[in-house]
Protein backbone atom coordinates (compact mmCIF):
# COMPACT_ATOMS: atom_id res chain seq x y z
CA UNK A 1 0.00 0.00 0.00
CA UNK A 2 1.57 3.55 -0.93
CA UNK A 3 1.39 6.12 1.66
CA UNK A 4 -0.28 9.21 0.95
CA UNK A 5 1.42 12.91 1.16
CA UNK A 6 1.16 14.21 4.60
CA UNK A 7 -2.20 15.77 4.89
CA UNK A 8 -1.12 18.14 7.90
CA UNK A 9 1.74 20.61 7.45
CA UNK A 10 4.27 21.46 9.85
CA UNK A 11 6.07 19.51 12.31
CA UNK A 12 4.75 17.40 15.83
CA UNK A 13 7.02 17.75 19.37
CA UNK A 14 6.59 15.23 21.81
CA UNK A 15 8.22 16.49 24.82
CA UNK A 16 8.65 14.07 28.11
CA UNK A 17 9.78 15.71 32.26
CA UNK A 18 9.91 13.60 34.99
CA UNK A 19 9.49 15.46 38.22
CA UNK A 20 11.41 14.49 41.20
CA UNK A 21 9.28 12.66 43.98
CA UNK A 22 6.84 15.17 45.67
CA UNK A 23 8.10 17.85 42.80
CA UNK A 24 4.41 16.95 40.21
CA UNK A 25 2.76 19.44 41.85
CA UNK A 26 5.04 22.44 41.62
CA UNK A 27 6.13 21.13 37.92
CA UNK A 28 2.78 20.89 36.68
CA UNK A 29 2.18 24.99 38.51
CA UNK A 30 5.00 25.91 35.93
CA UNK A 31 3.76 23.95 33.15
CA UNK A 32 0.58 25.58 32.86
CA UNK A 33 2.36 28.79 33.30
CA UNK A 34 3.11 28.04 29.48
CA UNK A 35 -0.31 27.52 28.07
CA UNK A 36 -1.44 30.55 27.18
CA UNK A 37 2.31 32.68 26.30
CA UNK A 38 2.66 29.43 24.02
CA UNK A 39 -0.25 28.87 22.55
CA UNK A 40 -0.05 32.92 21.31
CA UNK A 41 3.01 32.51 19.69
CA UNK A 42 3.44 32.84 16.10
CA UNK A 43 3.49 29.33 14.27
CA UNK A 44 1.90 27.29 17.30
CA UNK A 45 -1.07 25.46 15.94
CA UNK A 46 -1.69 23.48 19.73
CA UNK A 47 -0.01 23.06 22.75
CA UNK A 48 -1.28 20.20 25.21
CA UNK A 49 0.25 18.56 28.58
CA UNK A 50 -0.99 15.18 29.36
CA UNK A 51 -0.19 13.46 32.64
CA UNK A 52 0.75 9.64 32.44
CA UNK A 53 -1.79 8.08 33.83
CA UNK A 54 0.65 4.61 34.61
CA UNK A 55 3.60 7.07 35.71
CA UNK A 56 2.39 9.68 37.82
CA UNK A 57 5.85 11.69 37.85
CA UNK A 58 5.31 11.66 34.30
CA UNK A 59 4.22 15.12 31.86
CA UNK A 60 4.48 15.14 28.50
CA UNK A 61 3.81 17.86 26.07
CA UNK A 62 2.00 17.59 23.03
CA UNK A 63 3.15 20.23 20.23
CA UNK A 64 2.17 21.00 16.45
CA UNK A 65 3.80 23.51 15.21
CA UNK A 66 4.00 25.30 11.59
CA UNK A 67 7.57 24.87 10.62
CA UNK A 68 10.46 23.96 12.55
CA UNK A 69 11.59 27.93 12.58
CA UNK A 70 8.73 28.55 14.85
CA UNK A 71 9.35 25.38 16.96
CA UNK A 72 13.06 26.69 17.15
CA UNK A 73 11.50 30.44 18.18
CA UNK A 74 9.73 28.67 20.80
CA UNK A 75 13.15 27.07 22.34
CA UNK A 76 14.06 30.35 22.20
CA UNK A 77 11.36 32.31 24.09
CA UNK A 78 11.65 34.05 27.48
CA UNK A 79 9.03 32.23 28.89
CA UNK A 80 10.30 28.47 27.85
CA UNK A 81 13.61 30.07 29.39
CA UNK A 82 11.97 30.96 32.75
CA UNK A 83 10.26 28.07 32.63
CA UNK A 84 13.54 25.40 32.24
CA UNK A 85 15.16 27.47 35.06
CA UNK A 86 12.50 27.70 38.01
CA UNK A 87 12.11 23.71 36.93
CA UNK A 88 15.42 22.20 36.38
CA UNK A 89 15.27 21.45 40.33
CA UNK A 90 12.36 19.66 39.90
CA UNK A 91 13.11 17.52 36.99
CA UNK A 92 14.61 13.80 37.88
CA UNK A 93 16.27 13.68 34.84
CA UNK A 94 16.75 15.36 31.37
CA UNK A 95 13.83 16.72 29.16
CA UNK A 96 13.17 14.32 26.11
CA UNK A 97 12.19 16.03 23.07
CA UNK A 98 10.73 14.53 20.18
CA UNK A 99 10.43 16.32 16.77
CA UNK A 100 8.32 14.50 14.12
CA UNK A 101 6.40 14.70 11.32
CA UNK A 102 3.13 13.07 10.27
CA UNK A 103 3.06 10.45 7.75
CA UNK A 104 -0.91 9.75 8.00
CA UNK A 105 -3.16 11.86 6.44
Known amino acids: MTQQPNSAPGIRVI????????ALEQLLAQAKLLIAPTR????????????DLDDPNHL???????????????????????????????LAGKVRIVTARTLTP
Open 40 to 51: AEPGNISYEILH
Open 60 to 90: VFVEHWQSQAHFDAHLASEHLAAYSQVTSPL
Open 15 to 22: AEAHARDG
